[in-house]
């Protein structure tokens, strides 16, 4: 199975995959407490954009709502371990049935009712929006007060009930990361990889193919829904406190997306480029305010923008493909 | 045997008849032609046997079983294969990928599928262009793209909707030579939709001619080129064949 995974796959694109897993790994050892956090902020941009990227990149359903599995994962494992103590890692299961059913009822209701496109894009934000508020008013995890999980020193890590320092987290997240990159790259290179590369590029030449477009569709939102809530898992045991108003809203879903836009939405690289790019450089941007004395509020946003904007108007494909190309890792480069 | 048997078919548009009453039957391991003009209903007809059209009222059959409530997908796994009038290539996916789609219907292990597929690819004269992005492609080799798309998910009917349109001479004489080796070697049952009345001449056993939506005159080539009605409407007085 291993060899079937590496088939293909330049030598060159293998070693350099190598190097920045020994660099990833090594990072903590160097890296300041400030830099470390960045560090998770990046891989779990990677983590989620990938998770996004199966269904906008791979089958091309465009989904403007996966901060409503974000929350919806970190809300189930946070009150299962508030109210009955029961390890993240045992509630990760009920957060993934949770994600999954509800990804699983948009995609009913869309692909069976023939709702694409925008109109596909606007029902994922209305079902973010329907959970923001009704989370408000959903008292057994406190409302809109927001659920705090508790909090101590901790002199060890403890890693089945994910309390412990930040470094455990980074490792954490960094596992999940390279877990979603190996699963994607698998896909995409199975029977379902296809069809959802096929439905993207023509959903009607797909189905003249005897593609079942509503079951591969629905495959494709419900992996990318339970992939999406073991971020929220990690994100609710990593900060510890989680508010409807914040969690679901949807900025956060705009911010997961533009990771992999910016990096290339249906690559595989293109997730962890576009998080390096986006949270390493408006994080790097803050710290340069901040040396240089400017405090003005909104520059984190004003930078997305710009980058956005130069992405769109002279990378289209996004920064993996070109950059792919000029490291010679892209198909061609094998000539 | 017949393998498709269409009855009574007919399709409307918003009150436009596309398809009246169209009946007619295609025997296994034969080649039927249908011609008419522009606005015939050829195209339409084609999509109510693929499935993206429920017709309004008569049948198909396939191999005696009635397919008209079936999706595409579903009738392409019975065994129709279909190419579109206007090319729909997986625009951003490469030459064998493309045919790696269709291949998967029948292998679902990827290596026994690319087997398959570059097959096809050979066959069809794409074997050097299998990395080539379908959107690199020119028309004819689009069209020539259709082809080993629906081939590669191995049916035992296939229905071309103007494959050689835009294709040179020589390249229409290659092509037309695939599809009599297809359907001589593997028994492969195929019904054309084409103007080009040389390859319709060349490769189909009957021909059934529409006009307006409706059967006007069906019959084997020799017989149809003599046609009153059909030099009529269609071929026109002058025609060569």
């Given at each position: 199975m291993i060899r079937g995974l590496l088939e293909g796959v330049p030598r060159r694109g293998l070693a350099m995959l190598a190097a920045l897993l020994a660099l990833l790994l090594a990072f903590p050892f160097f890296a300041s407490g400030y830099l470390l956090a960045v560090g998770?902020?990046?891989?779990?941009?990677?983590?989620?954009?990938?998770?996004?990227?199966?269904?906008?990149?791979?089958?091309?359903?465009?989904?403007?709502?996966?901060?409503?599995?974000?929350?919806?994962?970190?809300?189930?494992?946070?009150?299962?371990?508030?109210?009955?103590?029961?390890?993240?890692?045992?509630?990760?299961?009920a957060s993934i049935a949770v994600c999954a059913a509800a990804?699983?009822?948009?995609?009913?209701?869309?692909?069976?009712?023939g709702v694409g496109g925008v109109y596909f894009a606007i029902l994922t934000i209305a079902f973010a929006e329907f959970a923001r508020i009704g989370f408000d008013h959903f008292t057994w995890v406190r409302g809109s007060s927001g659920l705090f999980l508790p909090v101590a020193n901790y002199t060890e890590n403890d890693l089945w009930n994910l309390r412990g320092s930040?470094?455990?987290?980074?490792?954490?997240?960094?596992?999940l990361t390279a877990g979603a990159f190996v699963l994607c790259h698998a896909l995409l290179r199975s029977r379902m990889g296809y069809y959802w590369l096929a439905i993207r590029e023509s959903p009607e030449a797909a189905?003249?193919?005897?593609?079942?477009?509503?079951?591969?569709?629905?495959?494709?939102?419900?992996?990318?829904?339970?992939?999406?809530?073991?971020?929220?898992?990690?994100?609710?045991?990593y900060y510890n406190n989680l508010f409807p108003e914040q969690i679901f809203h949807i900025s956060r879903s705009i911010e997961l997306i533009l990771g992999p836009i910016i990096g290339g939405i249906g690559t595989l690289v293109g997730p962890l480029v576009g998080a390096l790019l986006l949270t390493g450089l408006a994080e790097g941007m803050g710290e340069l305010m901040l040396a240089l004395g400017v405090d003005?509020?909104?520059?984190?946003?004003?930078?997305?923008?710009?980058?956005?904007?130069?992405?769109?108007?002279?990378?289209?494909?996004?920064?993996?493909?070109?950059?792919?190309?000029?490291?010679?890792?892209?198909?061609?480069?094998?000539? | 045997m017949v393998l498709l048997e269409v009855e009574s078919l007919?399709?409307?548009?918003?009150?436009?008849?596309?398809?009246?009453?169209?009946?007619?039957?295609?025997?296994?391991?034969?080649?039927?032609?249908?011609?008419?003009?522009?606005?015939?209903?050829?195209?339409?007809?084609?999509?109510?046997?693929?499935?993206?059209?429920?017709?309004?009222?008569?049948?198909?059959?396939?191999?005696?079983?009635?397919?008209?409530?079936?999706?595409?997908?579903q009738i392409c796994a019975a065994g129709i294969g279909r190419t579109f009038q206007n090319v729909k290539p997986f625009a951003g996916l490469s030459v064998l990928d493309n045919v790696l789609v269709g291949a998967f219907l029948r292998e679902k292990a990827p290596s026994?599928?690319?087997?398959?597929?570059?097959?096809?690819?050979?066959?069809?004269?794409?074997?050097?262009?299998?990395?080539?992005?379908?959107?690199?492609?020119?028309?004819?080799?689009?069209?020539?793209?259709?082809?080993?798309?629906?081939?590669?998910?191995?049916?035992?009917?296939?229905?071309?909707?103007?494959?050689?349109?835009?294709?040179?001479?020589?390249?229409?004489?290659?092509?037309?030579?695939?599809?009599?080796?297809?359907?001589?070697?593997?028994?492969?049952?195929?019904?054309?939709?084409?103007?080009?009345?040389?390859?319709?001449?060349?490769?189909?056993?009957?021909?059934?001619?529409?006009?307006?939506?409706?059967?006007?005159?069906?019959?084997?080539?020799?017989?149809?080129?003599?046609?009153?009605?059909?030099?009529?409407?269609?071929?026109?007085?002058?025609?060569?064949?």
């Open positions: 998770f902020l990046i891989l779990y941009f990677a983590y989620v954009g990938q998770a996004w990227n199966i269904m906008m990149g791979f089958a091309g359903q465009l989904s403007l709502g996966h901060s409503l599995y974000v929350g919806l994962g970190a809300y189930a494992a946070a009150a299962l371990y508030v109210h009955f103590g029961v390890s993240p890692w045992v509630g990760l299961g990804g699983a009822v948009i995609g009913f209701l869309a692909f069976r009712f930040p470094r455990m987290f980074y490792y954490l997240m960094l596992g189905q003249a193919l005897g593609v079942n477009l509503f079951r591969y569709k629905m495959v494709a939102v419900v992996v990318s829904a339970a992939m999406t809530s073991l971020a929220g898992v990690v994100f609710a045991f003005i509020p909104g520059v984190k946003q004003v930078f997305y923008g710009i980058c956005l904007l130069l992405v769109v108007m002279f990378l289209p494909d996004g920064v993996w493909p070109p950059l792919a190309r000029a490291l010679r890792l892209d198909r061609k480069g094998k000539d | 007919s399709k409307s548009f918003r009150g436009l008849r596309a398809v009246q009453n169209v009946s007619f039957e295609v025997p296994a391991g034969e080649i039927v032609g249908l011609i008419g003009p522009n606005g015939a209903g050829k195209t339409t007809i084609f999509n109510l046997i693929a499935g993206v059209y429920a017709p309004d009222s008569g049948s198909v059959l396939f191999q005696k079983r009635p397919i008209h409530a079936l999706r595409p997908d026994a599928a690319r087997a398959l597929s570059l097959q096809i690819l050979e066959k069809l004269g794409l074997g050097t262009k299998r990395d080539q992005l379908a959107s690199s492609l020119t028309l004819p080799d689009r069209k020539r793209l259709e082809v080993a798309r629906a081939l590669a998910t191995r049916p035992k009917l296939l229905l071309l909707d103007e494959v050689m349109a835009g294709l040179r001479p020589t390249e229409c004489d290659q092509i037309v030579a695939v599809f009599r080796e297809l359907n001589r070697a593997e028994g492969l049952t195929i019904v054309l939709i084409e103007h080009v009345m040389r390859a319709v001449m060349a490769l189909a056993g009957r021909i059934v001619v529409l006009h307006h939506g409706e059967v006007i005159a069906r019959g084997t080539p020799e017989e149809v080129v003599r046609d009153k009605a059909v030099l009529e409407c269609y071929l026109g007085e002058e025609t060569e064949v």
